[in-house]
């Protein structure tokens, strides 16, 4: 395998207007030099090889699209040096662009009066796809999802679920080498983000496509990625496989419970009596999640039986979503 993404020591800086309030502020910023530097992605270093789906994931405002938006070519890093595909993406952005796909969760690429199959065209002449590539790709598309339904339909007329995965066959219509997908599940009912899923999943296999994947949506990332790598205010925290991860987090385990009486009140009164505890509560369940080596699972049972009158309980290993939470609230010591 051979690298399709080389990151190495990139930072991106952008110079911020300090503002002030008030009318009199505004009219004062019209001429003020009084800015500040802001550096939205600090030193990050990273390879991603031929065929690998990385979830690059982090909390709103960690960086995830200032670094998308450099592999693609629209920003161009303060210092540090990207070769996507062999090409300096800002440097070489139309042999960049025609390597690459890319879809942004709810902001479609395709042409919004027009029936699915006439963007697929202007796709093709777009790309200079030739007509044997071209139907074997639909060939693909028809092999992999029912999309014969939706190639007359205009996308004004598609759910957004159809939407979305109209995108994705459109992204990887030119069998680029990377496809970057940008929230590509958000505000999916669950039957279409798996088949959104499955999709992805087989065009990787059968195309060998590179993706990289930002995404809040812990599902996509258990069902998608092996390696996930993890940013919060610029810096990376985590790069390696999701097992790795859990394998870390292993002493960790969460303690599911129903209590009798009201649950939002019963779960203020769980994080009271446990406070080395990180307790959370659902429609359901009253969640428990427990460092086995601070406080053993048994010790943490015996008090809450004292206390409550509990109806029933399970115990689950820590899961995806738990471990980020963790990473982002404590870092990885």
Not at 58 to 85: C, D, F, H, R
Not at 269 to 276: I, N, Y
Not at 315 to 325: A, G, Q
């Amino acid at each position: 395998m051979s690298a399709m993404i080389e990151i190495k020591n990139v930072t991106k800086e952008f110079k911020v207007l300090n503002r002030r309030e008030g009318l009199k502020g505004s009219l004062k910023d019209l001429f003020s030099r009084n800015y500040k530097i802001v550096r939205a992605v600090d030193q990050i270093s990273m390879t991603v090889e031929q065929g690998e789906i990385v979830g690059y994931l982090g909390p709103n405002g960690a960086g995830k699209s200032t670094t998308i938006k450099m592999m693609t070519g629209v920003l161009e890093p303060t210092s540090g040096e990207i070769l996507v595909g062999g090409n300096v993406p800002y440097r070489d952005r139309t042999k960049n662009a025609q390597e690459i796909g890319v879809v942004f969760g709810q902001r479609t690429q395709l042409w919004w009066a027009l029936p699915l199959i006439e963007s697929f065209k202007i796709l093709k002449d777009i790309y200079r796809i030739s007509d044997a590539d071209y139907d074997e790709m639909l060939k693909l598309y028809q092999s992999l999802v029912d999309i014969e339904p939706l190639l007359h339909k205009p996308v004004r007329q598609m759910s957004l679920g159809q939407r979305t995965l109209s995108d994705i066959l459109a992204a990887f219509l030119h069998n680029p080498k990377i496809v970057f997908l940008d929230e590509p599940t958000i505000g999916l009912d669950v039957s279409m983000k798996a088949k959104i899923r499955t999709l992805i999943h087989a065009l990787n296999e059968k195309k060998h496509t590179t993706v990289i994947l930002t995404t809040h949506d812990m599902g996509d990332v258990d069902a998608l990625c092996r390696r996930i790598v993890i940013i919060d205010k610029g810096k990376m925290l985590y790069d390696n496989d999701v097992e790795h991860l859990k394998r870390f987090f292993g002493s960790y385990r969460t303690l599911k419970l129903r209590i009798a009486g009201d649950l939002s009140e019963r779960a203020e009164a769980v994080a009271k009596l446990l406070p080395e505890c990180t307790v959370s509560a659902d429609d359901e369940w009253i969640s428990v999640l427990v460092d086995e080596e601070k406080c053993k699972v048994m010790h943490v049972l015996t008090q809450l039986q004292q206390s409550f009158r509990i109806r029933d309980m399970q115990l689950e290993e820590i899961s995806t979503e738990d471990v980020i939470k963790k990473i982002y609230e404590e870092g990885v010591k």
